[in-house]
């Protein structure tokens, strides 16, 4: 058995030279999947999108297959609800833009197979079927708005399809709307007007209450509650506030008391909505938290209609207990011509206006198209609701370490053999960086895709590569070797190891017989520095061949040969060794595939004992 202790020897054939073959025929077909193929893009997010790492683009767009291709390769973004103006010339400056409003649920299914985004507001509900039906191509969805409960998250984050929104454009107009509501509802303005305009002239009945001193109850202190909360301070209100996540002393600093759900709602004698619609704040206003309020309470919603029971709000309007309501949200959007809300006198509605100002139609409109044309282009969105966000200078700094996890992973699942069945992956990088200082989840995923790819159809990105390994009952672990000295670089090296299984090039499995692989980035080029026991070195830039054989000198020369008869054009090569004239494991790093029978004739040379051929 080798020992641990190999040492390994770099012999240099030829320098790096660029994985670019315009002869390929991917360049002729599929266009815009084909940059991915060409330069083995990490592409984090979204495996088809023009993303061309450490490459010169003078020399690109020199080339003239490519350059027609990258005219022709626009992406289509499909806008199925009214944007602004400057969000949709941004987006047709980089995509084909098909602006369809109204579509049913079957039409929306059937375009969307042709669309690489899609953008909606609250309209348009976005479900598995609409995943589906994308096949595959869809690969963001822009929300212009704040609330994302009309997208199927989760069938999103199962397709690969990254899912951005724009949290913040609309946050003034959503405040503003709320506190003109509040207004509206406590002098009876949206009744007395329609009372006038029926000719009545009726002073004594639209007499209304007071603001200034009465107490508001923010349920949901975010974005836009907090908001909500300066405004009403300003009008005098006392304020306090519910929210489980928020922290106390933002609220304090707007001279709000962050308290609990009973004691808002039992004290209050307004009660304004700010949370989310999930399965916790779906119909939490219902009977038994109406039976706790002050008798009289006046509540408004500007956040989603489902977060109240409906049914028991009228109830609680009809015996008096809610005095008033004022709606700008509904369970069902538009509600049913009969909705006993919308009909009854004590209630002010508006048909989900709170984003609706040309200011903020304007602002979300930009941020969604940036979000969306980033994403397009590869980029990790800052506003990405179902992956995690990695902050541009992060992902510069990891992108060698990407590339080198991914192909680590793809180097691992083919030193498997057949049956094997793999389990549990281990993911080791040792850094000097302070573990709070290296986010891995990118280099995960990539190492997830680089497993999962070659056995299977699915197509991975960070999106979906969590979801999908543990679909498939792989576990990935990771664990951290902290070194001494000063973290110049991020990572030092990464490390894949696969217990219980067997490996069809046995020098892979290390002394515990686990498959290891290790790989580090070299001048910005990531390489292939250990497979088991013994040491090696090669860049990981197009095809490997590991031959374990017993060292003895010409060896190195003859598989050469076996290679340049053929055509093979072999870029690295470096023989790991235990000690001199013991056995040795070579890796020779190729640009082409190798015919069968030229592998057939390496395999024959009598000091090779085993070896294998490694597709990146
Ligand atoms: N009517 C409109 O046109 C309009 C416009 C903008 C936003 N909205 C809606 O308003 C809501 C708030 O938007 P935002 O931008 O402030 O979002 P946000 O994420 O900034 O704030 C939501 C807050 O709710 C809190 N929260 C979560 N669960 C809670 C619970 N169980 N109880 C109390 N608080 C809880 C969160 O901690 C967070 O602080 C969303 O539902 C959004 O869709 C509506
Ligand atoms: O969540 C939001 O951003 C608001 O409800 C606005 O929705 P809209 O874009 O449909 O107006």
Redesign the pocket.
């Known amino acids: 058995m080798a020992s641990a202790s190999a040492t390994a020897k770099a012999i240099s054939f030829s320098t790096q030279s660029l994985p670019l073959n315009p002869k390929s025929p991917l360049v002729k077909s599929q266009p815009f999947v084909s940059f991915k193929n060409l330069y083995r893009s990490p592409s984090p997010f979204l495996g088809q999108a023009l993303r061309i790492p450490h490459l010169p683009l003078t020399s690109l767009s020199q080339h003239p297959d490519l350059q027609i291709r990258a005219v022709d390769s626009k992406p289509t973004v499909l806008v199925a609800e009214k944007l602004g103006q400057a969000g949709l010339d941004l987006l047709r400056s980089f995509a084909n833009v098909d602006c369809s409003y109204n579509l049913s649920p079957e039409e929306l299914c059937s375009k969307i197979s042709l669309c690489d985004a899609l953008i909606v507001r609250?309209g348009t509900k976005v479900t598995k079927e609409v995943f589906e039906a994308a096949r595959g191509r869809l690969k963001v969805v822009g929300r212009a708005?704040?609330?994302?409960?009309n997208v199927d998250l989760q069938a999103a984050t199962e397709y690969g399809c990254l899912v951005v929104n724009a949290?913040?454009a609309?946050?003034v107009?959503?405040a503003e709307?709320a506190i003109a509501m509040l207004a509206a509802m406590a002098r009876n303005v949206a009744q007395a007007d329609a009372s006038m305009k029926a000719g009545k002239w009726q002073r004594n009945k639209y007499v209304g209450v007071s603001l200034v001193g009465k107490t508001l109850a923010v349920?949901?202190?975010?974005?836009?509650?907090?908001e909500v909360a300066r405004r009403a301070k300003g009008l005098g209100m006392h304020v306090i506030a519910?929210?489980?996540?928020?922290p106390a002393d933002r609220a304090r600093a707007i001279g709000a008391e962050l308290v609990s759900?009973d004691e808002a709602i039992s004290t209050a004698d307004f009660i304004s909505?700010?949370?989310?619609?999930?399965p916790?704040?779906s119909k939490?206003f219902n009977d038994a938290s109406f039976a706790k309020m002050k008798k009289g309470v006046r509540i408004i919603n500007?956040?989603?209609g489902g977060?109240i029971d409906e049914d028991a709000l009228v109830r609680a309007l009809d015996s008096g207990l809610v005095a008033q309501a004022a709606l700008?949200?509904f369970t069902e959007e538009p509600p049913p011509k009969d909705n006993k809300l919308v009909q009854h006198e004590n209630v002010t509605v508006t048909p989900?206006?709170?984003?609706?100002t040309v200011e903020a139609q304007e602002g979300v409109a930009i941020e969604i198209a940036e979000a969306v044309v980033g994403a397009l282009k590869g980029e990790l969105a800052a506003t990405a609701v179902n992956a995690p966000m990695v902050p541009a200078e992060v992902l510069s700094e990891l992108a060698p370490y990407v590339v080198l996890a991914e192909k680590l992973g793809r180097l691992a699942v083919q030193l498997v053999a057949g049956g094997s069945g793999i389990q549990g992956v281990k993911v080791v990088y040792t850094s000097a960086r302070d573990p709070d200082d290296l986010d891995t989840r990118l280099l995960r995923a990539m190492v997830t895709k680089g497993i999962l790819e070659p056995i299977s159809s699915v197509f991975i990105n960070l999106v979906n590569a969590d979801f999908t390994a543990k679909k498939r009952g792989l576990r990935i672990s990771e664990e951290r070797v902290i070194l001494n000295g000063s973290p110049e670089s991020p990572i030092e090296s990464i490390q894949i190891h696969m217990a219980n299984v067997e490996s069809k090039f046995a020098s892979a499995l290390s002394e515990s017989g686990e498959i290891r692989v290790e790989g580090r980035v070299k001048d910005g080029i990531p390489h292939f520095t250990r497979v088991g026991p013994f040491s090696v070195d090669v860049s990981l830039e197009g095809n490997v061949i590991l031959c374990r054989q017993y060292d003895q000198p010409g060896l190195i020369g003859r598989v050469g040969n076996i290679l340049a008869e053929q055509n093979v054009n072999v870029n690295f090569m470096s023989v790991g060794r235990t000690a001199p004239g013991k056995q040795a494991i070579m890796a020779i790093g190729v640009d082409e595939e190798p015919e069968k029978e030229t592998l057939k004739n390496i395999g024959e040379v009598p000091a090779i004992e085993e070896f294998v051929f490694l597709k990146l």
């Open positions: 609250s708005g704040v609330g994302i409960d949290p913040t609309n946050t107009a959503a709307h349920m949901g202190f975010g974005k836009v509650g907090s519910h929210d489980p996540y928020a759900f909505l700010h949370m989310p619609l999930t916790t704040t939490v500007v956040a989603r977060v700008d949200v989900h206006l709170g984003a609706s």
